[in-house]
């Protein structure tokens, strides 16, 4: 999303988080069936309509659809769109770097994920910005787990991109958010280290964390739809997404099956589901 102003954040109850964890394992399920159907060839527009009915089999919503007027249940970002990309005559190429964002509204609760995956294989640049950009959510929400202030959570993401690739650019202009009875809430989720350290976290604050990295220069435009970012030097884009809500003990990663345990664990962190 783009950046927004502070203002009283949404705690969740334990029994709200539990319906949030059910919206979340609609979307996890979604960005799953595309992520087998993913593959050179495959359409954009077929990967939406199954995302889709994905998201319709589970009774919930695809939350994208219709928001602000977005015309689709993704995102279909490619190579150098970063965010926001709508799935129309595209064609997943070999080589391609594939975003894909979704989300799901269930019983009015809000999830949003995404994920980048390379479409046969990939070259090692490319490669290593989908991996880089996936540690980085991870290392992201690892901070969320024991952090005191929102803030932490990008000083840790721009650490972690820093530390595996220092020519790789973090978008600034796009942020994570809060979510839960709507997709975007405040707070926003800067992902790199700002000066503000952001507000203070309580159990029952849910974050969309995405950091959005680029293989080189960070500017970005607009194409004429009103929603494609592109980088404008052309370089590659990768996102990936989590809706994670903050508990009494630690995490819980709504959009992740494993509710984040195994990618935590190998971060000395563990979970603290309300299963
Ligand atoms: N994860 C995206 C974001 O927070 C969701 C965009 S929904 C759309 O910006 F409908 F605006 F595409
Ligand atoms: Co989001």
């Known amino acids: 999303m783009s950046r927004l102003r502070r203002s009283r954040l949404e705690l969740k109850t334990p029994d709200q988080l539990r319906q949030m964890r059910a919206s979340g394992l609609v979307t996890a399920a979604a960005l799953a069936a ?10 954009a527009v077929e990967l939406d309509s199954l995302a889709e009915s994905v998201i319709r089999a589970g009774a919930a919503r695809p939350n994208f659809l219709g928001y602000d007027e977005y015309p689709a249940s993704i995102c279909f970002s490619v190579n150098d769109v970063v ?3 709508i799935p129309g005559d595209q064609v997943v190429r ?3 770097v594939v975003s894909i964002d979704c989300g799901a509204e269930l019983d009015g609760w809000h999830s949003d994920a995404a994920i980048t995956l390379g479409a046969g294989e990939l070259d090692p640049r490319a490669e290593l910005l989908v991996e880089v950009t996936r540690r980085a959510l991870w290392d992201g929400i690892a901070a969320f787990a024991q952090a005191s202030h929102v803030g932490e959570i990008g000083a840790a993401i721009e650490a972690s991109v820093k530390a595996a690739e220092p020519s ?3 978008l600034r ?13 405040d707070p926003e989720v800067v992902n790199f280290a700002a000066r503000d350290r952001g507000p203070k976290i309580r159990p029952g604050l849910v974050l969309a964390i995405e950091p959005m990295v680029v ?15 592109r980088t404008v030097d052309a370089g590659r884009a990768a996102h ?15 959009t992740e099956p494993d509710g984040g345990a195994a990618e935590l664990a190998a971060r000395g962190v563990a979970i603290a589901p309300l299963e």
């Open 168 to 170: 790789f650019g973090i």
């Open 173 to 185: 202009d796009y942020v994570g958010h809060g979510i839960g009875t709507a997709m975007h809430m």
């Open 34 to 43: 595309v992520r087998d159907a993913l593959g050179p060839g495959a359409a």
């Open 83 to 85: 965010v926001h990309g």
């Open 240 to 254: 990936w997404e989590h809706t994670v809500a903050r508990t009494e003990r630690g995490v819980w990663v709504l």
């Open 94 to 96: 070999p080589g391609d």
């Open 215 to 229: 293989e080189r220069g960070t500017a970005t435009s607009v194409d004429s739809d009103g929603w494609t970012v």
